[in-house]
C-alpha cells in the first residue's frame, strides 16, 4: 500500500508515493534524492541525519515521512545561498576544518545551526553537551566545538539567532 | 573572523579544498550510489558463535517472493572461488611458520563467530531480499565458545581450527629469555607489571556498504565499497573470482566515510556480493546497517601483556621482558597476527634505550570477530605497556617520572632497537620539556588543591610515545598537466578525511611555482589509479604520495625544459627552471606556455611525445625498516569525583614531532581525533562478547560507548619538528600519533589522582564503575590489613 505525502522541502513543495511505514530520511534520501542527510546507525545515536522540521532540529531516522504531511523542512542541501555562498555556520566549519571524512558533517552543521538559534550565547561548555547526539569519529571534536562558537557570532552578526523560524536559519 | 592566508605553500593552515561539497550535501558516499535495476543482498549471519554446520536449506527462502537467488559456501566451492589467505610469513623460534587460515567468503564446515556471514539472498527488494533470509534453515550442532585470548591459551578449551589444537596461530618469539635472564639476575630492581589491552570497534562513521555492478556484456565487474585504496580490491577479487585478471575488475569510490585501518580489508561480505553479481550478471547493493557493522568489521586491540624492566641503582634499562596474549580471533587475517610483532614490534620499546630485549608472542584464536589494523596498529598497545611501566617504575624506584624518562631516552641516533628498526631522529626530551611547560605541570599542587577543597580528587598524567609510520615501501603518483595550465594529480592512494588534495597541492604548488588553484587531485577510481598505486594506511600518503609528486614533478621539468629550450631557440642544458617559469638565452616561458606547446605536436621538437605527463613510482630507500619515527609526548589533567567514579577530562597537551609540518591545521585534526581515539579506549569504549555464549553484547551505540564531544576537553597541539631523513619532505606521519599518547597519559592521570585512596592499577576502560570499583576494593584491603 503505498500513500502520497506532501511537504515542503528546502522552500520547494514536494510529494512522493510511499509505503506508510517510510522513515522521513528514507523519504528524503530515496524518493527525493536528497542523499546530503546521511544514516550512520540504527539505534537515534548518531546524529549524522539531522534536520529541521518546522525550524526544530531533529533526527529524521525518529519520524515517519506521513507525520511531516504539508510541514517545513531544511535539510542540508537547502542551506547555503542559491548562487553557492556558504552558509556562516557551513563557512565557520571549513574556516575551522570542522570536518575530516564529512559523514557526520551535515547533521554537525544542522545541529550546529540549532544551538545558535537557541543558545545564541553558548559557551565551549555547552556546545559540547548540546552535541550529545551526534557522534563524529575522525575530529576528536574539537575543531567542530570551534567552529560552532564562531559560527555562532557570524550567525549572530547576522540577526540569524535566538528565532524559531526555518527561513531565519 | 580570522584573516586568511594569501598563501598556499607546505606549512601553510590552507583550508581545504574538498570541503564545499561535503558542507553542502554533495558527497557522494556508497550508499549514495544506485544503479539501475540494481537487486538487494540481504546475510544471513551465524546466530551462534561456534557451532558446526550440519545443513543449510534454503528452498523456502528461494521461494520467498521477489527472490532472485540464494548462495552459500557450498555455492561459491562449486564454482571454484577462491579462499583468502594471509602474506603473513612469520615464523616460530625453532622454524614453525604461522598457522594460516583459508577463509572461503562463506564457511561449510563450521561457523567461528557470532554474526559470520553464512549464505546471502538476493532480492527484487531490500525488504524482501530480509525477508527471506529469515525462511533460511540453519541446521548446526553447538560448540562450546572461546572468547578471551587468556581462555583459548587454557587447557581443555575450545578449538577453533582441527588442524591447531592449541589455538595458537604464532608463537613468535624475538630470541630465548637467556640474555634477559642474566641481566634481570644482575638487575637493583625488577619492576612488573600485567596489563589488559581492551578490545575496540574502529566505528567509521559509514557504516559498511558495498555495491557490484557486473557488465555481462563486457564482462567487466565495478565494486562501489568505502576503502582506503582501490587497487588493492581490485586486485583481490581478482584473483579469487576473475582468475587474476585485474582488468576485469574496477573500484570505485567517490567519498568514504573514515577508515582507520578497518576499510583497507577485503571483508567476505565483499566478495560474497561481487561472486553474487558475476552469477547474477546484474548490479547487486547491500547496506551494512550499524548493527550488522559491529559485528563484522575487523576489531582493534585486544591484547594482555606480562610485562617487566630491569633496572640499575641509577635507573637505567638494563632488559625489557614483554609476554603477550594478543586475540586474533576466528581467521588469520591479513594484518591481525603481525600487529604486535612488526606493527607495535617497530617501537617497542617506546622512546627508550632498551639494551637487551624477551619479546614472546602468542597469537590466540577465539570465537570473535578476528582484530585487525586500527589506527595505530600495534603501536598504541606497546607505547601503552612501557609507558604504564615507566610510571610504576618511577614510583618503585623512587625517582621522579620525568627523570626517569630523560635517563632512558634514547639520544643517539641512528638509532637501532632490538626489533632491528633504525629510529633515524628525534628529541624526545624536548617534546617532553614542551609539553611540560604548556601543561603548567610547575603549577599543578596548587590546582589538585583547589579540587580538594571542593571534594574532587585531580590527576596528572604524562606519556612519551614513539610511532613508526609508512607501510609499504613504495607509492606510484602520476601528475599531468593540460593544455590550459590545470594539473592533475592521479593516484591510487585514497584520501576519506584527512585532505589530500589539499596537501598535495601545496607540495606540488611549493615544486613548480604553480597556483594551488589550478591543481586538482583524480583518486578513488581505478581505471585513473597507476599501476602499483597501495593506498591509504600507515600513516603514508604524505610521506610516500608526496615524494612521488616531487619525483614526478622533477620528470616534468626535465621535459619541460626540452620543450621550452625548443621554444626559445637554446640548448637543453641551457634551460633554468624556477617558480613556474623556463628561462634561457635571456628569453623565457611560463609553465603554463611550455604547458600549451606540449599539447601542439608542431611545436615540439621532433621526436618528443606530445603532452607532459609523468607518472614515477617511488621507493624508499630502506625499504620496511626505513620508517618515519614520529613521537612526542602528551600530557592529560583530569578531576575524578571519588563518590561516583566518575572522571572529568579537564586539558591535554600534546607537543608532537610529526616531522615537516605540510599543513597544521589538517595535522591538528589528525591529532585531535587520534587522542579521541585514545581517550575513547582509556574511558568508555569496551568489546565485550559473553564469555559463556559467544555473542557480542556491545553491538550498539546503545551499548559500545563511543567518545562524545563532553567527554573530552580541548586539546592544545603544538609541534617539535624534526624533519625525518628518510624522505626529502621530511615528514614523519602524523595519523596514528594520537592514539599512542593519550592512553597511557589518561590512564596515569586517573591513577595520579586516586594515589591518596591507595589504588594504584587499573585496566581500561576508566568507566565509573570500574573506577568506583577500584576505590572499594582498596578501602576494602585497607580494613582487613
Known sequence: MSIEVSMNVNGKPVSAEVEPRTLLVQYLREHLGLTGTHVGCDTSQCGCCNIHLNGESIKSCTIFAIQCEGQDVLTIEGLADEDGTLHPMQQAFWEHHGLQCGFCTPGMVMVACDIARRLPDADEKTIRQELEGNICRCTGYQHIVEAIESGIKAMNAKGQVGQGRAENV | ?785
Not at chain 2, 564545499?20 to 537487486?39: C, F, K, S
Not at chain 2, 586475540?327 to 607495535?344: C, M, Q, Y
Not at chain 2, 612526542?632 to 608532537?656: F, K, N, R
Not at chain 2, 619532505?729 to 602524523?734: D, I, M, Q, Y
Request: charged share 20%.
Open chain 2, 1 to 785: 573572523m580570522e584573516a586568511f592566508t594569501e598563501k598556499f605553500g607546505i606549512g601553510q593552515p590552507v583550508r581545504r579544498k574538498e570541503d564545499q561539497r561535503l558542507l553542502t550535501g554533495g558527497g557522494v558516499y556508497t550508499d549514495d550510489i544506485n544503479i539501475e535495476g540494481q537487486a538487494y543482498l540481504a546475510f544471513l549471519r551465524a546466530p551462534y558463535a561456534h557451532a558446526r554446520i550440519n545443513h543449510i536449506d534454503t528452498t523456502a527462502a528461494a521461494a520467498a517472493p521477489g527472490v532472485l537467488a540464494v548462495f552459500t559456501g557450498r555455492d561459491l566451492e562449486a564454482d571454484g572461488v577462491g579462499r583468502v589467505e594471509t602474506d603473513i610469513n612469520l615464523k616460530e623460534l625453532d622454524g614453525t611458520p604461522i598457522f594460516k587460515t583459508q577463509r572461503l567468503a562463506l564457511p561449510t564446515d563450521k561457523v567461528r563467530f557470532a554474526g559470520e556471514p553464512v549464505a546471502v539472498v538476493v532480492a527484487v527488494t531490500a525488504f524482501q531480499a530480509a525477508d527471506a533470509v529469515e525462511r533460511i534453515v540453519f541446521d548446526v550442532e553447538q560448540l562450546p565458545a572461546v572468547v578471551t585470548a587468556r581462555a583459548a591459551a587454557a587447557q581443555g578449551a575450545a578449538i577453533l581450527h582441527d588442524e591447531l589444537p592449541d589455538n595458537c596461530a604464532l608463537h613468535w618469539q624475538n630470541d630465548t629469555p637467556d640474555a634477559y635472564d642474566s641481566v634481570a639476575a644482575k638487575a637493583h630492581k625488577i619492576v612488573s607489571i600485567a596489563l589488559t589491552n581492551n578490545r575496540v570497534v574502529p566505528v567509521p562513521m559509514e557504516p559498511k556498504c558495498c555495491i557490484a555492478d557486473m557488465n555481462p556484456g563486457t564482462g567487466r565487474l565495478t565494486i562501489y565499497a568505502p576503502f582506503q585504496g582501490g587497487r588493492r580490491i581490485q586486485g583481490a577479487i581478482a584473483d579469487l573470482l576473475f582468475d587474476g585478471d585485474g582488468e576485469k575488475v574496477r573500484h570505485v569510490s567517490d567519498n568514504t566515510g573514515g577508515g582507520f585501518g578497518t576499510r583497507s580489508k577485503i571483508y567476505p561480505e565483499i566478495i560474497a556480493i561481487c561472486y553474487a553479481a558475476k552469477k547474477l550478471g546484474r548490479a547487486v547493493k547491500w547496506l551494512g546497517d550499524r548493527s550488522e557493522t559491529f559485528v563484522s568489521d575487523l576489531h582493534g586491540r585486544d591484547q594482555v601483556n606480562d610485562a617487566q624492566l630491569a633496572f640499575d641503582a641509577d635507573g637505567k634499562i638494563l632488559g625489557y621482558r614483554l609476554e603477550t596474549l594478543v586475540n586474533i580471533g576466528a581467521w588469520v587475517t591479513e594484518n591481525g597476527a603481525r600487529l604486535a610483532i612488526d606493527g607495535g614490534g617497530r617501537i617497542l620499546g617506546g622512546c627508550y634505550d632498551i639494551p637487551v630485549l624477551y619479546y614472546s608472542c602468542r597469537n590466540m584464536m577465539t570465537n570473535t570477530v578476528s582484530t585487525d589494523t586500527y589506527r595505530g596498529a600495534g603501536r598504541p598497545e606497546a607505547n601503552y605497556i612501557v609507558e604504564r611501566l615507566m610510571e610504576k617504575a618511577a614510583h618503585e624506584l623512587g625517582i621522579d617520572p620525568h627523570e626517569l624518562r630523560r635517563r632512558n631516552f634514547i639520544k643517539t641516533f641512528p638509532y637501532t632497537t632490538q626489533m632491528g628498526m633504525n629510529v633515524d631522529c628525534g628529541d624526545f626530551a624536548a617534546c617532553m620539556d614542551m609539553a611540560l611547560s604548556t601543561s603548567d605541570w610547575a603549577g599543578f599542587g596548587a590546582r589538585a588543591s583547589r579540587s580538594q577543597a571542593r571534594g574532587k580528587l585531580r590527576g596528572i598524567g604524562l606519556a612519551s610515545f614513539l610511532e613508526g609510520a609508512g607501510g609499504r615501501p613504495e607509492e606510484v603518483m602520476r601528475v599531468r598537466f593540460e593544455k590550459d595550465g590545470a594539473v592533475n594529480i592521479i593516484c591510487g592512494t585514497f584520501s576519506h578525511g584527512q585532505g589530500h588534495a589539499t596537501v598535495y597541492s601545496q607540495i606540488l604548488s611549493e615544486k613548480m611555482g604553480v597556483p594551488y588553484h589550478s591543481i586538482n587531485l583524480i583518486q578513488g577510481d581505478t581505471d585513473t589509479a597507476p599501476a602499483g598505486a597501495s593506498g591509504t594506511y600507515g600513516s603514508r600518503s604524505s610521506q610516500m604520495g608526496g615524494m612521488a609528486i616531487l619525483r614526478a614533478c622533477d620528470m616534468i621539468i626535465e621535459k619541460g625544459k626540452i620543450i621550452a629550450g625548443h621554444l626559445l631557440q637554446a640548448e637543453t642544458a641551457e634551460v633554468a627552471f624556477e617558480a613556474a617559469t623556463f628561462s634561457a638565452r635571456g628569453g623565457s616561458v611560463t609553465m603554463v606556455d611550455v604547458a600549451k606547446a606540449a599539447h601542439d605536436p608542431r611545436r615540439l621538437p621532433d621526436g618528443l611525445e606530445p603532452g607532459l605527463d609523468e607518472t614515477y613510482l617511488y621507493k624508499r630507500d630502506g625499504g620496511r625498516d626505513d620508517q618515519s619515527f614520529p613521537n612526542g609526548c602528551h600530557i592529560c589533567e583530569i578531576e575524578l569525583d571519588p563518590e561516583t567514579g566518575a572522571v572529568e577530562m579537564l586539558a591535554y597537551s600534546a607537543a608532537d614531532d610529526c616531522g615537516t609540518v605540510l599543513n597544521p591545521l589538517i595535522v591538528h585534526g589528525q591529532v585531535h581525533g587520534g587522542v579521541a581515539q585514545g581517550i575513547g579506549q582509556a574511558l568508555c569504549e569496551h568489546t565485550v562478547y559473553d564469555e559463556e555464549t559467544g555473542q557480542l553484547l556491545t553491538g550498539s551505540f546503545m551499548d559500545y560507548g563511543m567518545p562524545r564531544a563532553q567527554h573530552l576537553s580541548h586539546m592544545t597541539a603544538e609541534f617539535n619538528p624534526i624533519p625525518s631523513t628518510n624522505n626529502e619532505l621530511g615528514v614523519k606521519g602524523a595519523g596514528e600519533a594520537g592514539c599512542c599518547g593519550a592512553p597511557a597519559a589518561f590512564v596515569n592521570a586517573v591513577l595520579d589522582a586516586l594515589k591518596p585512596l591507595g589504588v594504584s592499577h587499573l585496566d581500561m576502560p576508566l568507566t565509573p564503575n570500574n573506577i568506583w570499583r577500584a576505590i572499594h576494593g582498596a578501602k576494602a584491603e585497607g580494613e582487613n590489613s
